[in-house]
């Protein structure tokens, strides 16, 4: 039975995350902690929730598990719904046969039938790993004014970070004529932030033909996008002048942690107009100890300060013993920092123990001093989870651990 909606929304949750190392051993890249509460798919579920779109399709693959139990039914981000709510989409056996999602484009044509069974005017395809606060439905407003058969948000970057970037170049109504993937010399700024809105039928038209091509990647940057292009179909660039950041790499996970600290932050997470749903364990109230010192931190429900934090986002059921210091970084959910250890410029992984006197990191200044083996992101040193750093041992600078150290 077909359930007639303007808008589905298809929300891509199954990359692996491979630039952030350890930290995705065991979970997918949108199930990262993050921000001492939530976890990354909160904000696209959230925004999802906050512009009207009350259906949702999770599409996972990497180590799903974890993201799969987080989801649920749905319920914190009200989408516990008969008609519509959120969906787990992980590939599946199709008769005798069944594959991984070759790509993003792939994973969207594995899943027509669960888009067909809802009829929508507009399919809206969104990244799981992306930190950003963000109406869909004046993006779809855009979209319907313009009569796009593709619309794709925009951020203005700077000229030198638009190489790194797919770039949209656009006339002077925002039609896009061209498409650049990391260009070594950009003709616009215009960054695409990998959120797109789709008319349905086209879009069922192109996944079907793309998929039919031997030689495609079935990827949207690569080969939906430019072929429209070339068909000459309506494609928009919707400008987003909002705060968005992928946080698809070790320093931007880490960096957008540290921009929501301090009066001045880019990014409210307490803001009641445009709420961040999450799934948050329910722990007690944080304890900080009579010698506790903390400046300039997040430290979130659970957790239990004895030493001094500075600058750090510190989650749910973190542990910081007496005498220990933390400063300058991110502690993930359930760690315990053991008496008169130090932390500084680091990220420490779920369930991690850092010893008694452990020294993890160093100052950034000192880092940049110093040139250290097996170095990876420059200062910050990687704790992953579970992971035990015994009893005065030394982490130096762009370490990054995946097993104990005793």
Known sequence: MRMKKTAVAM??????GSRVGVLTKKVAKPALPFGGKY????????????????????????????????????????????????????PYVRGKDGEWYKGTANAIYQNIQYIERYDPEYVVVLSGDHVYKM???????FHKEKGASCTIAVLNVTLEEASRFGIMNTDDDNRIYEFEEKPAHPKSTKASMGVYVFSWKKLRQYLIEDEADPNSQNDFGKNIIPRMLEDK?????????????????????????????????????????WKIYSRNPNEPPHYTAPDAVITNSMITEGAVIEGAVENSVIFYGVHIGKGAVVKNSVIMPDTHIEDGAVVEYSIIGQDATIGERAKVGMSREDAIKSVHPGKLTGYLAVIGDDVVIGKDQVVQAGEMLGENRI
Not at 11 to 16: D, E, F, M, N, Y
Not at 72 to 82: F, K
């Open 233 to 273: 179909e309506p494609l928009y660039a919707y400008e987003f002048n909002g705060y968005w950041k992928d946080v698809g790499t070790l320093p931007s996970l880490w960096e957008t942690n540290m921009e929501l600290l301090g009066e001045d932050s880019p990014i409210k997470l307490g803001d009641p107009s």
């Open 39 to 90: 976890r990354i798919i909160d904000f696209p579920l959230s925004n999802c929730v906050n512009s009207g779109i009350d259906t949702v399709g999770v599409l996972t693959q990497y180590m799903p598990l974890d993201l799969n139990a987080y989801v649920g039914n749905g319920q914190p981000w009200d989408l516990d719904r008969n008609d519509g709510g959120v969906s787990v989409l992980p």
């Open 11 to 16: 929300l891509l949750a199954g990359g692996q």
């Open 135 to 141: 109406d869909y439905s004046k993006m779809i407003d």
